[in-house]
């Protein structure tokens, strides 16, 4: 089966721009998350969907992050204004539905530099 | 919240030694304990979980231990191959709230 799909891979911009991160997880999984992973840290959770709804978002600088899963498949994580602290691969992940698993599958990411 | 850490950071071994790493976690309620492995440049996949009800579970030559009372659990990886060489991060989580909160990673070099 296909895996999660993120783009782009990689991303450079300066601070203060703003910047958008794309994500398909794998066909018919539910739940979506995004987290942050900064070089040489555990990936840390942004927000995680139940379909097109938020479930957890208490983690998500909302001031400058904001990211949506309008019709419940896709998502799209976006920065405005981009801080240099932002700089990190941003991992997103989906689960099957049902409780079937607890296993998370992880798309490649996309590795954010702020300069 | 749930807080996860995880040691050492860094685990170099020669190749068919055993290998472990050990995850302390917080939350008395968290039952559910995966490892995952990163590759650079892919995200993490997972190799083993362990739910609150086993105290012990195996896979070819990965094994996870938990000990609730101690609220630690730890992965053991035996005959490690250069292949093992990778990231290691340990996770809980409460069935039912179901985000993963990561510990820091470690590193594992397998040498030849």
């Known amino acids: 089966e296909a895996g999660v799909a993120q783009s782009p891979r990689y991303k450079i911009i300066e601070k203060r721009q703003s910047v958008a991160f794309w994500c398909n997880p794998i066909?018919?999984?539910?739940?979506l998350y995004w987290y942050q992973q900064i070089l040489g840290q555990g990936p840390k959770l942004l927000i995680q969907f139940q379909n097109n709804g938020v479930v957890d978002d208490s983690q998500l600088p909302k001031d400058r992050f904001s990211a949506e899963r309008l019709k419940g498949v896709d998502s799209t994580l976006k920065i405005q204004p981009a801080k240099l602290e932002d700089s990190a691969v941003y991992l997103c992940?989906?689960?099957?539905?049902?409780?079937?698993?607890?296993?998370?599958?992880f798309g490649s990411g996309t590795q954010l530099s702020v300069l | 919240g749930e807080n996860v850490e995880q040691h050492p950071s860094t685990l170099s071994v020669q190749e068919g030694d055993s290998a472990v790493i050990k995850c302390t976690y917080s939350d008395s309620a968290s039952n559910y304990f995966p490892w995952y492995k990163q590759e650079l440049g892919k995200g993490p996949q997972l190799i083993i979980d362990i739910r609150s009800n086993v105290g012990e579970k195996k896979d070819q030559r990965i094994a996870v231990t938990l000990n609730k009372t101690a609220k630690h659990f730890s992965l053991h990886i035996t005959e490690t191959q250069p292949e093992d060489s990778a990231v290691y991060f340990c996770a809980a989580s409460r069935t039912g709230r179901r985000a993963l909160t990561f510990g820091s990673g470690t590193r594992l070099q397998v040498q030849p």
């Open positions: 992940a989906s689960r099957p539905p049902g409780g079937r698993t607890e296993k998370l599958f």
């Open positions: 066909s018919g999984h539910a739940t």
